[in-house]
Nanobody
Framework: QVQLVESGGGLVQAGGSLRLSCAVS????????MGWYRQVSEKQRELVAV???????SYADFVKGRFTISRDNAKNTVYLQMNSLKPEDTAVYYC?????????WGQGTQVTVSS
């Protein structure tokens, strides 16, 4: 079993920065890929960034050059550094962990960017 707890969301002005954290408890070493997704109201949840077990990263086009995902295996934590935030980045951000057998989700953390 894997449990995920996000933190670090909040209200920030456009152009500002936030760092999200996802603390992982349970079988961290069974996780292959971790990622951050976001969702606005009833819209479909969309991928923001992923990092594999060997720290290979991939980003959605709309965050490239602004967001950085990283993985600290010693702390069982995944981070999302968000810079140059825009109002359209406002969403609930969810941490995701994928093992060989299933995916796990955190409870989400709200990010609000004011113009």
């Amino acid at each position: 079993q894997v449990q995920l707890v996000e933190s670090g969301g909040g209200l920030v002005q456009a152009g500002g920065s936030l760092r999200l954290s996802c603390a992982v408890s349970g079988s961290f070493f069974s996780i292959n890929t971790m990622g951050w997704y976001r969702q606005v109201s009833e819209k479909q949840r969309e991928l923001v960034a992923v990092v594999t077990s060997d720290s290979t990263t991939s980003y959605a086009d709309f965050v490239k050059g602004r967001f950085t995902i990283s993985r600290d295996n010693a702390k069982n934590t995944v981070y999302l550094q968000m810079n140059s935030l825009k109002p359209e980045d406002t969403a609930v951000y969810y941490c995701n962990a994928a093992t060989r057998y299933r995916a796990y989700w955190g409870q989400g953390t709200q990010v609000t960017v004011s113009s």
